[in-house]
């Protein structure tokens, strides 16, 4: 069964600490996985997807087959990076939906 | 200004009633798709559709029904018969190929 799971739904950090959002997939066969973001009164947008391996607003994620996790990293958080996120799986050239994680909110404090 | 429209953004239901909510999109997307977002839920899929005349059920489908006669729409009818109607709704486009989706501004409705 294709599944995406984030164990935390909440997670506080102080400004300039680093970030780790986890994600971990089910997916039997090569995913292609996302991360989107929800900001407070905004359109949930695309923040980063594994095959461009980009860095976002100071964001990485790398996809991990072994362990099928895709974390979501930053090496200091700022309080604008407060949001909500969601990992996100597309079955590689299935033409399928996406299958979005429950989502977990990051709040950065001053 | 090419994006995708949800109408209305907020819309209050009576109980027993149908209500229709609106999706364009203006991106030449073939795929559009249905999601309902609740607090600690995430986002759950109910329909998607990737061609016209075409579409797919989704995760929650139940109580819910879409059509798909135009390329750039895709109005989603929220039925008597679905238990809990009140939540977010989202509605997403996509191309074919395995590219970033994306979203309206997203309607919510309420069951008054």
Not at chain 1, 29 to 46: A, D, H, K, N
Not at chain 1, 63 to 78: D, I, R, V, W, Y
């Amino acid at each position: 069964a294709q599944r995406v799971t984030q164990p935390e739904k909440l997670l506080s950090v102080f400004k300039g600490a680093p970030v780790e959002l986890k994600c971990n997939y089910s997916y039997s066969g090569s995913p292609e996985l996302f991360w989107y973001v929800q900001y407070s009164r905004q359109r949930l947008q695309l923040l980063l997807r594994h095959i461009s391996r980009e860095s976002i607003k100071g964001f990485t994620a790398d996809l991990n087959k072994g362990e099928t996790s895709f974390h979501l990293k930053k090496p200091f958080a700022q309080e604008e990076d407060s949001a909500m996120y969601y990992c996100a799986l597309r079955g590689r050239g299935s033409q399928g939906n996406l299958i979005f994680g429950k989502g977990t909110k990051l709040s950065v404090k001053p | 200004d090419g994006g995708i429209t949800q109408s209305p953004k907020y819309l209050f239901r009576k109980e027993g009633q149908n209500v229709t909510l609106s999706c364009e999109q203006n991106l030449n997307h073939d795929a559009m798709y249905w999601y309902r977002q609740d607090p600690g839920q995430g986002l759950r899929l109910i329909y998607y559709s990737q061609i016209v005349n075409d579409f797919q059920k989704g995760d929650i489908a139940e109580g819910y029904s879409v059509s798909r006669e135009k390329k750039e729409s895709f109005p989603l009818t929220v039925t008597s018969a679905q238990k809990n109607p009140t939540a977010f709704y989202l509605c997403a486009s996509s191309t074919l190929m395995n590219t970033e989706a994306f979203f309206g501004q997203g309607t919510r409705l309420t069951v008054v």
